[in-house]
T-cell receptor
Framework: DGGITQSPKYLFRKEGQNVTLSCEQN?????MYWYRQDPGQGLRLIYY???????QKGDIAEGYSVSREKKESFPLTVTSAQKNPTAFYLC????????????FGPGTRLTVL | SQQGEEDPQALSIQEGENATMNCSYK?????LQWYRQNSGRGLVHLIL?????REKHSGRLRVTLDTSKKSSSLLITASRAADTASYFC??????????FGSGTRLSIRP
């Protein structure tokens, strides 16, 4: 089955800890994205990558870091510098062409204890 | 930055009725997309309309786009309980990223 997966589904973190959220796709898509969603809100772009070994900051990159060493994988690290990390995190991919239709993973819900 | 603003923020209708959601945006676009999100899940792409198109249909969905007014509408006909979800518009002005609106929460009453 082709698709995009995220793990874990739920993640709990103590204050001051870094955590890494996994995102993997087997759609052969060039572009991948990370979004943050707060309750009752829309999606805000954290980071995106249009090609391996390259990525750009989105609107709310502070306190987050990413890497894109493989086409299939785009992990997101939530660092201790992110002051309010409790949120729902969504990963998406697209073929990066004109229309930029995005395919989403099921999300990871991060809670800071 | 959020380009699109959906209206209304929440909508509750009876099963079988039609649901209309609106999206307004601020800058020039190449295309506008609509996505659905069931509670606690990822988004699912519904339909895309290009800037040179005025109307598009897909099953029970009808999307219109008025670039002069910078607005779009999504019509769901003959609503079903399974249509209960949040609906987001997303505008694309380049191939690199799209910008999502704040969403409309649709509830279908049995």
């Amino acid at each position: 089955d082709g698709g995009i997966t995220q793990s874990p589904k739920y993640l709990f973190r103590k204050e001051g800890q870094n955590v890494t959220l996994s995102c993997e796709q087997n759609l052969n898509h060039d572009a991948m994205y990370w979004y943050r969603q707060d309750p009752g809100q829309g999606l805000r772009l954290i980071y995106y990558s249009q090609i391996v070994n390259d990525f750009q900051k989105g609107d709310i990159a502070e306190g987050y870091s990413v890497s894109r060493e493989k086409k299939e994988s785009f992990p997101l690290t939530v660092t201790s510098a992110q002051k309010n990390p409790t949120a729902f995190y969504l990963c998406a991919s697209s073929n990066g062409r004109e229309t930029n239709e995005q395919f989403f993973g099921p999300g990871t819900r991060l809670t800071v204890l | 930055s959020q380009q699109g603003e959906e209206d209304p923020q929440a909508l509750s209708i009876q099963e079988g009725e039609n649901a209309t959601m609106n999206c307004s945006y601020k800058t020039s676009i190449n295309n506008l997309q609509w996505y659905r999100q069931n509670s606690g899940r990822g988004l699912v792409h519904l339909i895309l309309i290009r800037s040179n198109e005025r109307e598009k249909h897909s099953g029970r969905l009808r999307v219109t786009l008025d670039t002069s007014k910078k607005s779009s509408s999504l019509l769901i006909t003959a609503s079903r309980a399974a249509d209960t979800a949040s609906y987001f518009c997303a505008t694309g002005s380049s191939a690199s990223k799209i910008i999502f609106g704040s969403g409309t929460r649709l509830s279908i009453r049995p």
